[in-house]
């Protein structure tokens, strides 16, 4: 569809310009009009200027992300615990958002809100953009008349989010970069060292030993097949990616990213602190307790821990107490079993999951800090096996063609 840009006044009398992607100009005077926008201007952009704006709005037009959620959600606590009403705060943010894609759904929301929609049913148009957990606390909130308190709850919890999130990252990019550098290391000794150290040994016309037949072997095939080899690669790892995106394959993922090795194990306490604390807030809030699991099993944003999360409402709606069944899973540790067994016994599930949650979170910010500390052997261990390889493959022609001639 053509893009087209307008030129308007707000209901306050104020200039506003944007664009819109829709078929006619009269569809988008329309939208302005239930925007509660005059339309002074509509020029549907040439080719070359829809080029530029979209160049030009390249990160504007970016899905939001948490930062851009959790702005949102804190605006909007504010706003409303001022007393302001609820479409007069939509339709202020939607104005002052930068997100392009975030400020279009704010204005789309506002046009629910004045058809005489619930917020949480207009959030709910916009599955892409928020998450089950964030409309069901919404619809709490309205049912129970603290909405206000519920967009604080969600601010903090996505703050919180962000925090776990970076710090999975951070766990990943010391060994990812490492193991980066050795490949990349391999092939440049593939390429130009061994077959410098090849034309040396052809020149003695002696016999070579094993290891060095072995290296200068995988380095003839290196350089006369690297293309294929980088094809195979690319073909490797986008299949990889494919199959990733299919339901077995993002649940072996996620399963294979809790048993790597050193950060096999942060990753694994870090969503487990992300569904101590998403449960909370849901059990605080008044979602009820198989409404909460499921809507939490969906936002740990693991597959694997997400289904072991489910089998808990399973288990609790044939009747089991909450402590059996997280311990029928085998997933949980013996603190969350401890934690939810005295939560239920007192009644503070959700202070006790609180607990457990910041206690994760200390654990796995120290152990990010010291994550290279914990791969260093493993990695040294590693590159001493290869650097052993080589050594035997260059030189011991070498030590062997010296020791003949000394024996000469």
């Given at each position: 569809?053509?893009?087209?840009?307008?030129?308007?006044?707000?209901?306050?009398?104020?200039?506003?310009?944007?664009?819109?992607?829709?078929?006619?100009?009269?569809?988008?005077?329309?939208?302005?009009?239930?925007?509660?926008?005059?339309?002074?201007?509509?020029?549907?952009?040439?080719?070359?200027?829809?080029?530029?704006?979209?160049?030009?709005?390249?990160?504007?037009?970016?899905?939001?992300?948490?930062?851009?959620?959790?702005?949102?959600?804190?605006?909007?606590?504010?706003?409303?615990?001022?007393?302001?009403?609820?479409?007069?705060?939509?339709?202020?943010?939607?104005?002052?958002?930068?997100?392009?894609?975030?400020?279009?759904?704010?204005?789309?929301?506002?046009?629910?809100?004045?058809?005489?929609?619930?917020?949480?049913?207009?959030?709910?148009?916009?599955?892409?953009?928020?998450?089950?957990?964030?409309?069901?606390?919404?619809?709490?909130?309205?049912?129970?008349?603290?909405?206000?308190?519920?967009?604080?709850?969600?601010?903090t919890y996505l703050e919180r989010e962000k925090n776990t999130r970076d710090q999975i990252k951070a766990a990943m990019r010391y060994p990812s970069f490492v193991i980066l550098a050795i490949v990349v290391?391999?092939?440049?000794?593939?390429?130009?060292?061994?077959?410098?150290?090849?034309?040396?040994?052809?020149?003695?016309?002696?016999?070579?030993?094993?290891?060095?037949?072995?290296?200068?072997?995988?380095?003839?095939?290196?350089?006369?097949?690297?293309?294929?080899?980088?094809?195979?690669?690319?073909?490797?790892?986008?299949?990889?990616?494919?199959?990733?995106?299919?339901?077995?394959?993002?649940?072996?993922?996620?399963?294979?990213?809790?048993?790597?090795?050193?950060?096999?194990?942060?990753?694994?306490?870090?969503?487990?602190?992300?569904?101590?604390?998403?449960?909370?807030?849901?059990?605080r809030a008044g979602v009820p307790l198989v409404t909460g699991l499921a809507l939490v099993s969906r936002a740990v944003d693991n597959v694997y821990i997400g289904g072991h999360i489910a089998d808990m409402?399973?288990?609790?709606?044939?009747?089991?107490?909450?402590?059996?069944?997280?311990?029928?899973?085998g997933m949980f540790t013996p603190l969350i079993i401890q934690m939810l067994n005295v939560g239920e016994e007192t009644g503070n599930v959700d202070d006790m999951l609180e607990e457990v949650a910041d206690?994760?979170?200390?654990?796995?910010?120290?152990?990010?800090?010291?994550?290279?500390?914990?791969?260093?052997?493993?990695?040294?261990?590693?590159?001493?096996?290869?650097?052993?390889?080589?050594?035997?493959?260059?030189?011991?022609?070498?030590?062997?063609?010296?020791?003949?001639?000394?024996?000469?």
């Open positions: 569809m053509p893009i087209f840009q307008y030129t308007g006044r707000n209901q306050q009398g104020q200039a506003v310009t944007g664009e819109l992607d829709l078929a006619s100009t009269e569809a988008v005077a329309n939208q302005l009009i239930n925007r509660g926008i005059t339309p002074v201007e509509i020029r549907e952009l040439e080719k070359e200027d829809e080029k530029k704006s979209a160049g030009f709005n390249l990160t504007r037009n970016k899905k939001p992300q948490l930062d851009d959620l959790t702005l949102f959600a804190r605006q909007m606590y504010t706003l409303l615990h001022a007393g302001v009403p609820i479409i007069r705060a939509i339709t202020g943010l939607a104005e002052t958002t930068r997100n392009q894609i975030l400020k279009d759904t704010l204005h789309g929301i506002r046009i629910e809100l004045e058809a005489g929609h619930e917020l949480s049913a207009a959030l709910a148009m916009y599955p892409e953009i928020f998450s089950h957990l964030f409309i069901s606390m919404v619809k709490v909130g309205e049912n129970t008349g603290n909405l206000d308190e519920v967009f604080l709850q969600i601010s290391a391999m092939f440049i000794i593939n390429m130009w060292v061994i077959p410098t150290f090849a034309r040396v040994f052809a020149s003695f016309h002696a016999e070579l030993p094993l290891p060095t037949r072995i290296l200068i072997a995988i380095s003839d095939f290196t350089v006369q097949y690297w293309y294929i080899i980088f094809a195979l690669l690319l073909l490797a790892f986008f299949s990889l990616r494919y199959y990733i995106k299919t339901d077995k394959g993002h649940w072996q993922w996620d399963r294979l990213l809790t048993r790597l090795p050193v950060v096999g194990s942060i990753i694994k306490r870090a969503t487990l602190a992300r569904f101590a604390r998403s449960f909370a807030m849901s059990l409402r399973s288990g609790i709606e044939r009747g089991d107490s909450m402590t059996r069944t997280a311990a029928a899973t206690f994760y979170d200390r654990e796995v910010d120290y152990d990010v800090k010291n994550i290279t500390s914990a791969i260093e052997p493993i990695l040294i261990i590693f590159i001493g096996a290869m650097v052993l390889v080589l050594a035997l493959g260059v030189f011991l022609p070498m030590w062997d063609l010296a020791t003949a001639v000394r024996g000469q």
